[in-house]
T-cell receptor, first 110, second 112 residues
Framework: EDQVTQSPEALRLQEGESSSLNCSYT??????LFWYRQDPGKGPEFLFT???AGEEKEKERLKATLTKKESFLHITAPKPEDSATYLC???????????FGKGTLLTVNP | KAGVTQTPRYLIKTRGQQVTLSCSPI?????VSWYQQTPGQGLQFLFE???????NKGNFPGRFSGRQFSNSRSEMNVSTLELGDSALYLC???????????FGPGTRLLVL
């Protein structure tokens, strides 16, 4: 059974203080890894898809990287508006049944 | 391009009742998946529909069911509601099952 573990559960940063979120996974065959951002009371917003070890993708202050066992979401010089829950997920089976981690709640203080 | 829409956004029901939630996917998307999100369990997969056929199902009791119409709109139904069914119900759509899933805003269900 696919498993996704995210750490830390919660992270509090000062504005401008860079850090990384971790997503470790166990799957029978990686078909991709997804990162989403979720604001309170809203649906997850797609950020990145990574398909192979060594792949990196960037968007504004966020950079996602992938190894054979885990993915990192690096946040450079975060701003308060980056505060959200960040979720990672992997697809399983022959169809896209996403298995999600529990998420990391990021709070960026001004 | 309009995103995924879900109706209603909020619902309050009592135990034993049933509820139907609706999801309209992004235009051109044929795959619709449903997820339940709770603080304790996080996001859990319910089922996926593609071209009106359920192709994948998660580990939920038979009280949870769904269907998809020819225009790709989908509904999910929960019968005999229990307190533990209180959750945010999310649907996501993709053009095919092998592409990124885009989520709607969710329906917040409270069972009293």
């Amino acid at each position: 059974e696919d498993q996704v573990t995210q750490s830390p559960e919660a992270l509090r940063l000062q504005e401008g203080e860079s850090s990384s979120l971790n997503c470790s996974y166990t799957v029978s065959g990686l078909r991709g890894l997804f990162w989403y951002r979720q604001d309170p009371g809203k649906g997850p917003e797609f950020l990145f898809t990574l398909y192979s070890a060594g792949e990196e993708k960037e968007k504004e202050r966020l950079k996602a990287t992938l190894t054979k066992k885990e993915s990192f979401l690096h946040i450079t010089a975060p701003k308060p508006e980056d505060s959200a829950t960040y979720l990672c997920a992997v697809p399983g089976g022959s169809n896209y049944k996403l298995t999600f981690g529990k998420g990391t709640l990021l709070t960026v203080n001004p | 391009k309009a995103g995924v829409t879900q109706t209603p956004r909020y619902l309050i029901k009592t135990r034993g009742q049933q509820v139907t939630l609706s999801c309209s996917p992004i235009s051109g998307h044929r795959s619709v998946s449903w997820y339940q999100q709770t603080p304790g369990q996080g996001l859990q997969f319910l089922f996926e529909y593609f071209s009106e056929t359920q192709r994948n199902k998660g580990n939920f009791p038979g009280r949870f069911s769904g269907r998809q119409f020819s225009n790709s709109r989908s509904e999910m139904n929960v019968s005999t509601l229990e307190l533990g069914d209180s959750a945010l119900y999310l649907c996501a759509s993709t053009r095919t099952s092998r592409e990124t899933q885009y989520f709607g805003p969710g329906t917040r269900l409270l069972v009293l």
